[in-house]
């Protein structure tokens, strides 16, 4: 079966330091993986997704995500955080072996602190 | 190009009734996708539409029904609407071909 877990529902950093968000995920296939945010009264807006290739993956505002296969991870990381990086944050992964749906984390509430 | 765009915005409906939701995909976007989101919940998946066909399905019950049209616009309706209805319902389109689903703002379901 596929599943994401979000293993925190909530992330507290100081401004300037280094963020984390954690992802780990189960497939029976090759996992295609993604990160979205969303902020308040919003939808989600994409980040950043793994498909195949260098298992360090760069996204949008900073953010990156490495790939870890032997551990099915795929943590979320900034080098420094920003107050206006404060929002809920979802992992979601594609199962290439089960069709097109989409398998969301329940999600990990950021929270900057200034 | 113009975004998803879900109406409306905001729903308050009571016990009983049914409510339908409309979903305009990005223009050339033929996958569409509906979630709905609670707190601690996250993304329940709902289900797809491609091309005027239901390709997947989540785990709800039958009064949760969707439709695509020729022109890729999508409706979902929910009958019979009970208090944990109540949610933010979000629908995502894709281009075919790529990996990934861009989101509306969502409509807000208030069941009282």
């Known amino acids: 079966a596929q599943s994401v877990a979000q293993p925190e529902d909530q992330v507290n950093v100081a401004e300037g330091n280094p963020l984390t968000v954690k992802c780990t995920y189960s497939v029976s296939g090759n996992p295609y993986l993604f990160w979205y945010v969303q902020y308040p009264n919003r939808g989600l807006q994409f980040l950043l997704k793994y498909i195949t290739g260098d298992n360090l993956v760069k996204g949008s505002y900073g953010f990156e995500a490495e790939f870890n296969k032997s551990q099915t991870s795929f943590h979320l990381k900034k080098p420094s955080a920003l107050v206006s990086d404060s929002a809920l944050y979802f992992c979601?992964?594609?199962?290439?072996?089960?069709?097109?749906?989409?398998?969301f984390g329940t999600g990990t509430s950021l929270t900057v602190i200034p | 190009k113009a975004g998803v765009t879900q109406t409306p915005r905001y729903l308050i409906k009571t016990r009983g009734q049914q409510v339908t939701l409309s979903c305009s995909p990005i223009s050339g976007h033929r996958s569409v996708s509906w979630y709905q989101q609670t707190p601690g919940q996250g993304l329940q998946f709902l289900f797809e539409y491609f091309s005027e066909t239901q390709r997947n399905k989540g785990n709800f019950p039958g009064r949760f029904s969707g439709r695509q049209f020729s022109n890729s616009r999508s409706e979902m309706n929910v009958s019979t609407l009970e208090l944990g209805d109540s949610a933010l319902y979000l629908c995502a389109s894709s281009p075919l071909g790529e990996n990934i689903q861009y989101f509306g703002a969502g409509t807000r379901l208030s069941v009282l």
């Open positions: 979601a992964v594609r199962d290439s072996m089960a069709g097109n749906q989409f398998y």
